[in-house]
């Protein structure tokens, strides 16, 4: 683990384009887009949520056990260390940060004064292994996946043994405390995402990651009276690299992390196009003020982009 410095990044990059593969492609991310390097300094970018409050962005670096924070009023800077090894966040209802700590092997609360509240972190009596994403539908229920990247070492959690004994997707009711494990599908769940509707449940399989030619696909799940998950089906096949994290847009186009940037994915499964990252991207966001810009994290840097779609919100 590293102290590495936070910095703004290099700013506009001019030469940058979008790769239109399909014509409604400019619909979504016009000529005119520009992608902007707006702060660097991590080892590993990810887990980025958007406080529309706080106008700011907070993501993880997750080697070096931070939460970052940006926003345009202030320099980069350090929101959290040590940060119990965090990856992804999201917003609940009330607006609050739920973050999966790797190092702690839980869902948990995080305050803006940094103040750490755990959610839950035992399936049957034995710990989580580390949660990695997560998202909250909207009848309040936390779904989050639980791989165990953040058990297998040190580098981005601690060293242990998994006392579930397999990587499972969890669906949590904090009225009631549930935790049911509601997916074995997938070999090593990742990124996790609702259709606008919530009728659809999309979840990443990222054991790619260290099986080569192994799984760097997302997965689609029929959503059964907002609690069950039926007929999984492979939706998309991220080339090259690894379908990392995503996020939906208002019309139910897919954005996902891939090795070469963004890939923009429509509800059919078609590639739409892409948008070309010069480092390795891991995660993406929507936010600003309207809520059409893209904020990408990318190994040690966060990006964004301004596009002509919002992100999705929640049913009503």
């Known amino acids: 683990?590293?102290?590495?410095?936070?910095?703004?990044?290099?700013g506009t990059l001019a030469d940058w384009r979008p790769v239109g593969?399909?014509?409604?492609?400019?619909?979504?991310?016009?000529?005119?887009?520009?992608?902007?390097?707006?702060?660097?300094?991590?080892?590993?970018?990810?887990?980025?949520?958007?406080?529309?409050?706080?106008?700011?962005?907070?993501?993880?670096?997750?080697?070096?056990?931070?939460?970052?924070?940006?926003?345009?009023?202030?320099?980069?800077?350090?929101?959290?260390a040590p940060a119990g090894f965090q990856n992804g966040h999201s917003l609940d209802l009330d607006g609050s940060i739920l973050a999966c700590s790797h190092g702690d092997r839980r869902i948990e609360r995080l305050s803006l004064d940094g103040t750490r509240v755990p959610v839950v972190d035992r399936f049957r009596g034995a710990r989580l292994n580390s949660?990695?994403?997560?998202?909250?539908?909207?009848?309040?229920t936390i779904w989050f996946t639980d791989p165990m990247y953040g058990i297998e070492s040190d580098r981005e959690g601690h060293r242990a043994e998994s006392e579930i004994g397999d990587c499972l997707v969890f669906r949590h009711d904090p009225a009631t405390g549930e935790l049911d494990a509601v997916s074995d599908w997938l070999e090593h769940p990742n990124g996790i995402a609702f259709s606008p509707d919530e009728s659809t449940l999309y979840v990443s399989d990222t054991s790619g990651a260290r099986l080569p030619g192994g799984n760097h696909h997302i997965v689609a799940f029929d959503v059964i009276d907002g609690r069950r998950l039926a007929d999984p089906r492979i939706f998309y096949v991220a080339e090259p690299g690894?379908?990392?994290?995503?996020?939906l847009d208002e019309h139910g186009n897919l954005f996902t992390s891939a090795g070469d940037g963004i890939h923009v994915v429509a509800p059919d499964g078609r590639l739409l196009g892409r948008m070309p990252v010069p480092e390795v991207a891991s995660n993406c966001v929507f936010g600003g003020r309207d809520g059409r810009t893209l904020f990408i994290t990318a190994t040690t840097s966060l990006y964004s982009v301004g596009l002509a779609v919002r992100g999705a919100t929640r049913p009503r």
């Open 21 to 80: 593969l399909d014509p409604s492609f400019a619909d979504i991310v016009p000529a005119s887009a520009r992608l902007v390097h707006q702060a660097t300094g991590a080892i590993w970018s990810e887990g980025p949520v958007w406080l529309a409050a706080d106008g700011a962005i907070l993501w993880s670096d997750i080697p070096n056990d931070r939460v970052l924070r940006w926003s345009p009023d202030a320099a980069p800077a350090v929101f959290l």
């Open 131 to 140: 949660p990695n994403d997560l998202v909250v539908k909207s009848d309040g």
């Open 1 to 10: 683990m590293t102290d590495e410095p936070i910095a703004a990044g290099a």
């Open 242 to 247: 690894l379908a990392d994290g995503f996020r």
